[in-house]
């Protein structure tokens, strides 16, 4: 264990580092950086391995005691879902490759590094057992997403760059104020001991921090009213950073909500996390409708989905912490697929713009059939995985009689079929745009093609082991609330 | 807990709130900083009173608490990379635009535009709508 | 499809189950029974025969290709699961499947915007419908305690009222009920045998199966009743009059189609064993009849060119094959024998007259009245279609044989269903049984004699004729789209609103992002605050304290108001130096001696990066000054009440000795934080490091885009840039002289900082003040950051790792005495080598930002410049 958490968390910045170094030769530098990227990857499924069938592991980084040092823990959430987010980056990482030579413009030779340093970032915030290094963790993730976003220099870039450093940086600084309370309040940042010395705290305290760091997480997840740095800034990033910024960021935020504030026990917040749940998911799938653009219209989707996941965690029972879960690990894939497609149709068009768009579907029946999918997915449409994770989701809703929400769940459903029906329509249906040309779209297609198709097909397993899945996830929500098996793992 | 370090948490923060709301980008920049300050004071604050410098050996005196030392020193350098980094895009976007203003996203305020332009346009219809009423009622 | 249908026929009731998600009892679960059988057959047969159709029907246009035929396909399977289903997810998740298969398919000729609009008005109807479906049916679920069909009882009760309700209006928007049948017109851009399958035989059946099959489980549930019976009767006379008011043949049929599902909706909602029986009759004849009517439509529009009955004329001397299909078809639609839809609107009538009570008062006049009214549009229809005299005939074009085939196929079966009435009866009730046991006694009566239903059926088939044949006579001013007008006006709308709602919130205006921001941490406080205690608070530590504080807070004011650039710099560089003192009097020296120099470092980033600016801030323009002042205030004093009242009365204590002894027993080094830094925590400072090194590599590649634009417009950029103003020979020297002071100072810093205040940071920050003298003197400097920071972060890295190969947890630090001169004997090792990627980083960030920065700013003012000299040439 101790040699696979080195891998997924050192591995990728050796990895980096090593890239770095022979920058001057493409291709070994690619190989090093997959290799980094490959073993964190490989090591994070024997990982989910090991977990599902021992229980909890724990590794004390350097052989401190937990009252001292730093814990990484691997309990059945971290082990579910980190696998899904590393494999994620692997395969854009691949489409990368193929996209590189045409759409990165100025420094190229930074995108696998940079991924490596965000890999490290999410295995670590996935693993921490410690708040501090948690904060440290977003750090890593948000500073390599911030060079990704603005490497390349345009106009664009900088300006939404601008918005998302600064918010981000804004939620960092509460998030350095939050540790204070904690420390203040607790003498520790160890989450284990945390869950002990928490419920000693007097309401008023407790609840106040679990408010603090639901606004430090909630803007990193991009819930209503902090997700405005969301939707400007990643469509403007080239294809790949945004589908790992689609498929990972936000997630890493409600990721760090489900386990603080289940594990602290937080439910007096569930009420006000219902209403934002709700305002989120109907503000997001509106704000999709609103554009014009394909990457604009899948951000807003991000948003809305995270007010689905939210609400899962907000109903506060087993079952609703389980359908947030299997939302989560549904919903990482089949966004970060639906980038990869919208970057394939920029590629063939030169655009996203839906209004200089059209006739995709007879032009490229396979980019629409590798759109259809993950479409159909997200919008909730069986026999796809997101189907079930709505359904978990809802279904616990109905079991918590939570009536109202259900129905904003279910017309948030409404207006992001709509809104799917709305690219659908623009880019696939209609003539092609007049301007069409002939040309050979730019890029290795057949690499974009691979890796979007590889992702496709990950997506259809997850749908197909959508019961593996929900019973791990079912798994993972009892554990969670149990708050003493976290406990004894990290403290015995 | 001493007031006086909370005072000048309190006044940190108040100055670095009102400096992030600004339009410009330096005062954006300074705004956060004096906020990493607050933050960085609020970490040692939660530490403990104060004591001698925590050196194993070096006085009888009790020290003061080392780990949020520590966590702010590691918080400082974190702030002062990324100050770094915020100051090369704000000279970034002075080479595009030539000040250090914040610039609107274009995209929100195109989608802004079309809604107003949309909304204007239904109400021309109305008053045409209108107008073929009183025009209708007249003849 | 017929192999499917061969392997059904062999047992009436077969099962199969597939496990998907076993916790939610989501799962594939079939069970063919009676009813199911008979759906089968008409999907699987009538799916045949408009294959077969539409190979000729796509011979003209060659728009079929295979995706037609693959979709179509696609279709036939999801209406399958759907009927096989007993589970109610596996209903759902077919029934769902259909509404995307059948949204491809009307939006099959999409260039055509009509088409499009109209695949999106269904999708949008049928997903809605969907989705009041999933939440009924989760209800009922609950209710249930099962989801398998065959095994639900009764449910009754509040919650199951709500699911009841809910169901019937997710099967009303399948089954174009009014209000939401305003779907199905349109749909009629779908290519016609399209429109014969789904929209007349199959697709639209779904919602009146799913009344049917749900039946005996909302049987104690009177709403159930009463909202398909208001559903169906409303539908039943609306669809009708819609029938008679239209112009386009296959227009006429859509609506007449929502007047019979509207029908069928009543019969099977009203729950009587007769209602039951007569809904399974007009099931199976309302299919038999529909679908050739249809193709017949599609056929007359092939082969003419038009649909429109008041360009239509003589057909049926030029479609004579047609022509026959048309009358039996709309013959036995009508309700006259011999064919198959006489007995099965006689048992309709029948039914309704059984009834008592309200029901009956209710069904029986509108059930006569939309009999009246089918009878009047089907006259109008075959009249306007094929009738009209031959002088001014319509052309024709080649007859297609795979479409009369189909045709005439289906057309048979009408005339077949009366004369095998009996084979007909035993398939019906064996279905009808299922809904309700007690349907067994019915059959279908060939001729019943001079009963009340006969002859209220003369009279309807009369007063029909009549009708029809006057409205036929006239012209008909067709009305706007009822209904689909609103279905688009509520779309357009929510898609009209949505931008106005999204502009409002994502106004793209990054100040007020922030303001809302720090409004939420404002509410955040709250909790903390009121749960404020004041005892544990003491004025001031020290008078140093006191006085920093103030000095820093005034300080700070001061910048923010200053409108000098400069001026508000140097404030900043103020506050940086009043933190350092309160770090000394706190007894953190480390704290102190980083934040002094990162100060530092941070003020001339500042007056480098920020150079090319006007002297004086923009004059403020803005607004909402007072917003932000108030914001503020509440904001400080919320953070600071709120740490106050976290630290109250702590529920732990710090384990300071505990960390001291860890530090010097095993960490081996006295100074504590510096052994926190680079053993305890230093996963923390791996990761930190690491962040400063991904900082450097994103100044590098700004400063390396701004200058390969300069380079594009001819300005080579000189190293150190800008900030060699004028060459000084004295600072020049003096710089020369400090350099390996400082130097050595950073050694010892480095190598002292285990024990005493200092280590890696400090090293490294030493160094990087050096580089930025050196490069503004514009001397030479040995420094390249890339290389830096990447050798620095491997060090760290490897540190991290190596003790994994001796089976010790990673990031574990080892050990060692070592006797140097001057500083004596140190107890470090690998901490100390990890400090030294630590000092490299550090340095290569420095180094990276001051050229980076200068860089940047030097292309600001070039291109100033450059603007200036082009304006004063013009």
Redesign the interface.
């Known amino acids: 264990m101790n040699l696979l958490f080195a891998l997924m968390i050192v591995g990728p910045l050796a990895a980096s580092a090593g890239a770095l170094l022979v920058r001057e030769r493409g291709a070994l530098r690619d190989v090093i950086t997959m290799v980094g990227l490959g073993t964190a990857a490989a090591a994070s499924w024997v990982m989910f391995g090991i977990v599902a069938r021992d229980g909890t592991q724990t590794v004390r980084v350097g052989g401190w005691d937990p009252e001292l040092g730093i814990v990484l823990v691997a309990d059945r959430f971290a082990a579910l879902v980190l696998p899904i987010a590393l494999a994620i980056i692997f395969v854009v990482e691949i489409f990368a490759i193929g996209q590189r030579r045409t759409a990165w413009g100025a420094n190229p030779e930074l995108s696998g590094p940079l991924l490596g340093v965000l890999t490290a970032g999410v295995s670590l915030a996935f693993l921490t057992g410690d708040l501090f290094t948690l904060f440290v963790a977003f750090e890593l993730i948000l500073v390599s997403s911030y060079v990704l976003l603005t490497h390349q220099g345009q106009r664009a870039q900088v300006r939404s760059g601008m918005s998302y450093v600064v918010m981000n940086l804004l939620a960092s600084t509460l998030f350095l104020f939050g540790l204070a309370y904690v420390y203040a309040a607790t003498g520790t940042v160890n989450m284990a001991l945390l869950t002990e010395r928490m419920g000693d705290l007097s309401d008023g305290v407790r609840i106040g921090i679990g408010a603090w760091f639901f606004v430090v997480f909630g803007t990193k997840a991009a819930v209503f009213p902090l997700f405005s740095w969301l939707p400007d800034s990643y469509p403007t990033a080239p294809t790949t950073i945004t589908a790992v910024f689609a498929g990972l960021l936000t997630k890493v935020g409600i990721y760090a909500m489900i386990r603080f504030h289940t594990l602290m026990g937080l439910d007096e917040l569930g009420g006000a996390m219902l209403i934002i749940a709700g305002v989120t998911m109907v503000i997001g799938a509106i704000g999709a409708l609103a554009q014009s653009n394909v990457k604009r219209i899948l951000s807003f989707h991000i948003i809305s989905q995270i007010g689905y996941m939210l609400m899962g965690l907000g109903l506060f029972t087993a079952a609703g912490t389980a359908g947030a879960i299997l939302f989560l690990v549904h919903h990482m894939p089949v966004k970060t697929v639906l980038f990869l497609v919208g970057g394939l149709i920029e590629n063939e068009q030169g655009t996203g713009r839906l209004d200089r768009s059209g006739g995709m579907a007879s032009r490229r029946p396979i980019i629409a059939a590798l759109f259809a999918v993950p479409a159909l997915s997200l919008a909730g449409l069986p026999p796809f995985s997101g189907f079930i994770a709505k359904f978990s989701v809802i279904s616990a809703g109905i079991e918590a009689r939570a009536t109202p929400i259900v129905f904003l769940a279910l017309f948030a459903g409404l207006l992001t079929l709509m809104s799917m029906t709305k690219i659908w329509l623009g880019v696939f249906w209609g003539s092609p745009p007049v301007d069409v040309d002939g040309d050979e779209p730019p890029g290795n297609r057949k690499t974009m093609l691979a890796a979007t198709g590889l992702a496709v097909l990950g997506t259809l397993t997850i749908s197909l082991f959508a019961g593996a899945l929900f019973d791990l996830s079912v798994e993972a929500a009892e554990e969670l609330r149990s708050v003493s098996a976290y406990r004894d793992a990290v403290l015995r | 807990?001493?007031?006086?370090?909370?005072?000048?948490?309190?006044?940190?923060?108040?100055?670095?709130?009102?400096?992030?709301?600004?339009?410009?980008?330096?005062?954006?920049?300074?705004g956060?900083?004096?906020?990493?300050?607050?933050?960085?004071?609020?970490?040692?604050?939660?530490?403990?009173?104060?004591?001698?410098?925590?050196?194993?050996?070096?006085s009888d005196q009790?020290?003061?608490?080392?780990?949020?030392?520590?966590?702010?020193?590691?918080?400082?350098?974190?702030s002062?990379?990324?100050?770094?980094?915020?100051?090369?895009?704000?000279?970034?976007?002075?080479?595009?635009s030539?000040?250090?203003?914040?610039?609107?996203?274009?995209?929100?305020?195109r989608?802004?535009a079309?809604?107003?332009r949309?909304?204007a346009l239904?109400d021309l219809a109305e008053q045409a709508e209108e107008r073929d009423e009183q025009h209708e009622e007249s003849t | 499809m017929w192999a499917l249908t061969q392997i059904i026929a062999g047992g009436t009731e077969s099962t199969a189950q597939l496990l998907w998600v076993d916790a939610l009892d989501i799962g594939f679960e079939f069970r063919i029974d009676d009813l199911a059988l008979l759906m089968t057959l008409l999907v699987s047969g009538i799916g045949t025969l408009v294959f077969i159709n539409a190979t000729g029907y796509f011979s003209a246009d060659a728009g079929g290709g295979t995706r037609f035929p693959a979709t179509l396909l696609a279709f036939s399977t999801s209406m399958l699961g759907l009927v096989w289903a007993d589970s109610i997810w596996t209903l759902f998740i077919f029934w769902e499947a259909t509404s995307v298969t059948s949204f491809l398919l009307v939006g099959h000729k999409n260039t055509y915007a009509d088409a499009r609009n109209s695949a999106r008005r269904a999708l949008v109807i049928t997903g809605a419908g969907g989705l009041v479906l999933l939440a009924g049916l989760l209800i009922l679920a609950e209710q249930a305690g099962t989801s398998t069909i065959s095994e639900m009882g009764a449910v009754s009760g509040a919650a199951a009222t709500t699911a009841a309700v809910l169901v019937m209006i997710g099967a009303a928007t399948k089954s174009a009920q009014f209000p939401f049948h305003v779907w199905l017109p349109g749909a009629m851009a779908a290519p016609t045998p399209v429109s014969a399958y789904l929209h007349s035989a199959t697709m639209v059946k779904a919602g009146v199966l799913l009344v049917a099959i749900l039946s005996p489980v909302f049987t104690d549930v009177a709403a159930w009743k009463w909202t398909g019976v208001a559903f169906g009767i409303a539908s039943m006379l609306w669809g009708a009059i819609g029938a008679l008011r239209q112009n386009d043949a296959k227009l006429i049929l859509a609506w007449g189609t929502v007047s019979q599902l509207g029908l069928l909706i009543t019969l099977f909602s009203l729950g009587s064993a007769k209602a039951n029986f007569a809904g399974m009759s007009l099931l199976l004849a309302h299919a038999v009849f529909k679908a050739p009517l249809f193709l017949v439509v599609g056929e007359v529009d092939v082969r003419t060119g038009t649909r429109d009955i008041n360009e239509l004329s003589g057909l049926r001397r030029s479609m004579p094959i047609a022509f026959g299909v048309a009358v039996v078809a709309g013959l036995s639609m009508a309700g006259v024998p011999p064919l198959l839809g006489f007995p099965a609107k006689e048992a309709a009538i029948e039914a309704a007259l059984g009834l008592s009570g309200a029901d009956r008062a209710i069904a029986l006049p509108t059930i006569v009245g939309g009999a009246v009214l089918t009878v009047a549009y089907t006259t109008r229809f075959l009249i306007g279609t094929f009738g009209g005299s031959g002088s001014e005939a319509t052309e024709v074009a080649e007859r297609r044989l795979p479409m009369s085939i189909a045709t005439v196929s289906l057309g048979a079966l009408s005339v077949l269903g009366y004369v095998f009435a009996p084979a007909a009866t035993s398939l019906i009730r064996a279905a009808a049984i299922e809904s309700n046991a007690k349907s067994e006694v019915y059959e279908l009566i060939r001729w019943p004699g001079l009963k009340t239903a006969f002859v209220i059926s003369v009279i309807v088939v009369v007063l029909g004729a009549m009708l029809g044949w006057f409205v036929a006579q006239r012209s008909v001013r067709v009305p706007d789209t009822i209904g689909a007008e609103n279905a688009d006006g509520f779309v357009d709308g929510i898609l009209n609103w949505a931008p106005r709602i999204t502009a409002a919130i994502q106004h793209g205006s990054l100040p007020v992002y922030l303001a809302t921001m720090c409004l939420a941490m404002v509410v955040a406080t709250i909790p903390l605050v009121l749960d404020v205690e004041t005892g544990h608070l003491v004025r001031w530590d020290s008078a140093a304290q006191l006085a920093l504080s103030i000095i820093m807070v005034a300080a700070a004011l001061a910048g923010a108001f200053v409108g000098s650039r400069l001026g508000a710099t140097l404030t900043l560089g103020a506050v940086g130096i009043c933190m350092s003192g309160l770090f000394v009097v706190h007894g953190a020296p480390d704290l102190a001696l980083t934040q002094l120099v990162v100060e530092t470092v941070i003020v001339v980033g500042f007056v480098v990066g920020l150079g090319a600016l006007t002297a004086r801030f923009p004059e403020s323009t803005d607004s909402w000054r007072g917003i932000r002042l108030v914001l503020s205030l509440l904001g400080g004093a919320g953070v600071a009440i709120a740490l106050a009242s976290a630290g109250a009365t702590p529920a732990g204590s710090p384990p300071i000795d505990a960390l001291t002894n860890g530090a010097v027993d095993v960490g081996g080094g006295k100074n504590i934080v510096n052994v926190i830094l680079t053993d305890l925590r230093a996963l923390d400072t791996l990761g930190e490091v690491v962040v400063l090194a991904t900082v450097t590599a994103g100044v590098l590649a700004l400063a390396r885009v701004v200058r390969e634009e300069g380079r594009v417009d001819g300005v080579e950029p000189r190293p150190g840039g800008l900030m060699i103003s004028t060459p000084s020979p004295t600072v020049e020297t003096a710089i020369r002289i400090a350099s390996p002071f400082a130097v050595v100072l950073a050694a010892y810093l480095f190598f002292a900082g285990h024990n005493n205040p200092g280590g890696g940071f400090a090293a490294g920050l030493v160094l990087g003040s050096v580089v930025i003298l050196r490069t503004v003197a514009g001397l030479p400097r040995r420094t390249k950051p890339r290389r830096l920071v990447t050798v620095g972060t491997l060090i760290a890295a490897i540190v991290a790792l190596v003790p994994i190969v001796a089976g010790d947890p990673f990031l574990d630090m080892y050990v060692a005495s070592i006797d140097v001169p001057v500083f004596g004997k140190i107890k470090s090792g690998s901490a100390l080598v990890f400090d030294l990627g630590v000092t490299l980083i550090v340095v290569g960030l420095i180094t990276a930002s001051i050229d980076g920065l200068s860089a940047i700013t030097e292309r600001v003012v070039s291109e100033a410049r450059r603007t200036l000299t082009s304006e004063a040439a013009s």
Request: glycine fraction near 10%; charged fraction near 10%.
């Open positions: 807990m001493s007031v006086a370090l909370l005072f000048a948490i309190a006044g940190l923060t108040a100055v670095g709130i009102y400096l992030i709301t600004s339009r410009n980008l330096s005062r954006i920049i300074l956060f900083v004096l906020l990493g300050h607050a933050a960085v004071l609020g970490l040692v604050t939660a530490g403990g009173p104060p004591g001698e410098a925590p050196i194993a050996g070096a009790p020290i003061a608490n080392p780990l949020p030392q520590a966590l702010a020193l590691t918080a400082i350098v974190i002062f990379g990324l100050t770094l980094f915020m100051l090369a895009l704000a000279g970034r976007q002075q080479t595009l030539g000040s250090d203003l914040v610039e609107d996203d274009l995209e929100d305020r989608l802004a079309r809604a107003e949309a909304a239904a």
